[in-house]
């Protein structure tokens, strides 16, 4: 079943350091996997995300405000 993961973010730094994070992650569990980047700020706010980086893994807010390492990332696309 393909992983439908979204990164929630304008494109800061952070933001583009968890969308390398969240690719090796799904790369290392060989996963199928969709990755969307949500850069538009009232498309964010409709998740009810006040802060970025963001990362909602199959519609599920799983981490907002930071960079969790990789194997937090593994948890939570697994």
Same mark, same amino acid.
């Given at each position: 079943?393909?992983?439908?993961?979204?990164?929630?973010?304008?494109?800061?730094?952070?933001?583009?350091?968890?969308?390398?994070?969240?690719?090796? @992650?799904?790369?290392?569990? =060989?996963?199928?996997?969709?990755?969307?980047? &949500?850069?538009? #700020?009232?498309? $964010? *706010?409709? +998740?009810?995300?006040?802060?970025?980086? @963001?990362?909602?893994?199959? =519609?599920?807010?799983?981490?907002?405000?930071? &960079?969790?390492? #990789?194997?937090? $990332? *593994?948890? +939570?696309?697994?």
């Amino acid at each position: 079943m393909k992983k439908e993961i979204k990164i929630l973010g304008t494109g800061c730094p952070k933001c583009i350091k968890l969308a390398e994070l969240v690719e090796q @992650a799904a790369i290392e569990l =060989g996963i199928e996997y969709e990755l969307e980047k &949500v850069t538009n #700020i009232n498309d $964010i *706010i409709s +998740y009810g995300v006040m802060l970025t980086p @963001a990362l909602v893994v199959d =519609g599920d807010i799983k981490v907002a405000g930071s &960079v969790p390492s #990789i194997d937090q $990332i *593994i948890d +939570y696309i697994q």
